[in-house]
Structure formats: C-alpha cells, structure tokens
C-alpha cells in the first residue's frame, strides 16, 4: 500500500472538494495503488 484513500462517506457528504483533490493532489485514482510524491524510488516497480 502506496497510501489509504479517502473513506467512502467523503465522496457522497464533501464530492466538490473530494473531486478536487483526487484530481490535483493524487493526479491518479483514489486507491491504495496511487504513488504518492514521496515514493519516487525507480527501483520499486509500479501495479
């Protein structure tokens, strides 16, 4: 696990500021797949 998602009750109470930042903070999907800015190592490969 790259990182924990958003709990599931954010994208139905909060959806506009959900949506904003799975879109520019994440820059992929709200998954635990999701390579966050400080895993940048190369040599780890990617799911």
């Not at 990182?3 to 139905?12: I, K």
């Not at 799975?22 to 992929?28: I, Y």
């Not at 999701?34 to 990617?46: E, G």
């Amino acid at each position: 696990a790259r990182r924990m998602p958003y709990p599931a009750e954010e994208r139905t109470t909060n959806a506009e500021n959900y949506q904003t930042a799975v879109s520019t903070l994440l820059q992929g999907a709200d998954n635990m797949a999701t390579r966050m800015w400080w895993d940048c190592n190369p040599n780890i490969p990617r799911n």
